[in-house]
């Protein structure tokens, strides 16, 4: 028989109403603290993609404009000396050179920010993006973007980056033969598809090299109102669905 206190009352045990509050308590603070952390990954990812913005522009002016100085100075001392075929053989090396650092030069500043995105939009530089990974890496594309209206900024970077993420690690991972890539409108949600043929994934396993791609990605996607799901098994490919609440600019 449970022992009683001296006013007849029964002691609370660990099931007793006494524990709800605290649990309640918890839980609330628990979900606060998740607020806070998605609201400060959201910021810090806006941040990022100003600051690349920033120093893509930084490296398209600045350093563009040396190489572009180095080159037209080269081809000035090329024009004047003749003769000599060690000097020749010397300037034609540093030309090549040149042309090597403006190709890496171009190639950091579209990783840092795609121009055409901000010159052409969504679909034109998703459907440029893929295609160009694909022709590097060997893989057969299959492109099918029926949504060809601007979208919002935010929207528009999300859905790059996710893409971005999606590819390196069919490149990397998959060992596919085939991408498809979708992006359409149904009723009120934009709709973006990304699936490949490769080994496949199993989403259960410790190892799973996705997870922190992974995050990431549910983590813009959520800040924008979306939802964000992967399905794989090995052998069977994966696919990466991306749904996103439409609205104006």
């Known amino acids: 028989m449970p022992e009683q206190h001296a006013d ?3 002691p609370s045990g660990p099931s007793g109403g006494s524990s709800a509050a605290p649990m309640g308590e918890l839980e609330r603070l628990v979900e606060e603290r998740t607020r806070e952390l998605s609201a400060l990954s959201t910021h810090l990812q806006d941040l990022t993609e100003k600051e690349k913005a920033a ?44 042309d090597e650092a403006m190709d890496v030069k171009r190639r950091v500043v579209e990783e840092l ?13 998703l459907r440029a993006y893929v295609e ?6 060997g893989l057969e594309a299959h492109i099918a ?10 929207i528009a970077i999300a859905l790059f980056r996710v893409v971005q993420e999606g590819m390196t690690n069919i490149v990397r991972h998959a060992h ?3 991408v498809r890539l979708e992006l359409a409108t149904e009723g009120k949600l934009w709709r973006l598809l990304l699936i490949d043929d490769g080994a ?4 259960t396993h410790p190892s799973f090299r996705w997870s922190h791609g992974l995050t990431g990605m549910r983590q813009r996607v959520r800040a924008l109102g979306g939802q ?16 996103l609440p439409a609205r104006d600019q």
Do not use: Y
């Not at 920010?113 to 530089?125: C, E, I, K, Q, W």
């Not at 160009?132 to 890496?137: D, G, I, L, Q």
């Not at 964000?228 to 749904?243: A, I, Y």
């Open 8 to 10: 007849g009352a029964l």
């Open 55 to 98: 120093l893509a522009r930084n490296l398209h002016d600045e350093l563009g404009g040396l190489l572009t100085a180095a080159k037209m100075d080269l081809s000035w001392l090329q024009s004047r000396i003749a003769g000599d075929p060690d000097i020749e053989r010397r300037l034609h090396q540093l030309g090549a050179v040149l």
């Open 113 to 125: 920010r795609p121009s055409l995105l901000d010159h052409f939009g969504l679909p034109t530089a």
């Open 132 to 137: 160009s990974v694909c022709a590097k890496s």
């Open 145 to 154: 973007i029926t949504a060809e209206q601007e979208f919002p900024k935010n």
């Open 176 to 178: 596919a033969r085939t």
């Open 200 to 203: 496949g994934i199993d989403l």
């Open 228 to 243: 964000l799901s992967l399905e794989s098994e090995r052998g069977q490919g994966t696919k990466l669905l991306v749904e």
